[in-house]
């Protein structure tokens, strides 16, 4: 299928609970069979509550951008300064839309700005059995620096792969 024309914009507080509904379907599409049900809501309260969101948009070493398509929010990713290193920490595109190119794009925008301040990779974490999106990282140039094993609270844990895109 052809690529999507897409506008990527910064989020604004208004669209905040359109942003963590978008979230919880994208999610809810994507992760059963990754992570268990349990967990699913738990990250999603840790990182998509409003307040966390507003949080988000007030931090000034964090971007939160969303691609609109024909008048419609079609995905999002959130970058940061992590550590030092540029972090793309969050990269989701609504089922309808996967696979084409709109994921590309957002990732395109993310480390033009990480390149902008002068920054030699963007990092990012992805679980080590979502396959989909190992694939999408790597036709974009991302490779796995090592692995991570995160405890994420609540007796859960982040089974993950770093990965780095150099500049
Ligand atoms: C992973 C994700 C962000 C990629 O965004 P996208 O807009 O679909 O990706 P693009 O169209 O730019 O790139 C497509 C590439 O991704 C991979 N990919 C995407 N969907 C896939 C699928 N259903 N099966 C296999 N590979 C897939 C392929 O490498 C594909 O390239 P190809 O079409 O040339 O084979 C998106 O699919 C998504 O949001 N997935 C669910 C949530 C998620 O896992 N997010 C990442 C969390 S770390």
Redesign the pocket.
Known sequence: MS?LNIEIRPITPPEVPAIASLARE??Q???PGIITQEQIDFMLEQRYGHERLYDDLEDAHKWLDQAIHDGRRV?FAFSELYKGEFKLD??????D???????????AHVAERARKQGYPCVI????KR????I??????GFSVRETMVDDIGRGYVMDDFVMEKKL
């Open positions: 690529s994208i999610w599409a994507s992760y995905g969050k990269l989701y595109i609504h089922p839309v996967q696979r084409r190119g709109v994921g590309g794009q957002l990732i990012l974490q992805v679980n979502n396959v989909k999106a694939n999408s990282y790597m036709k974009y």
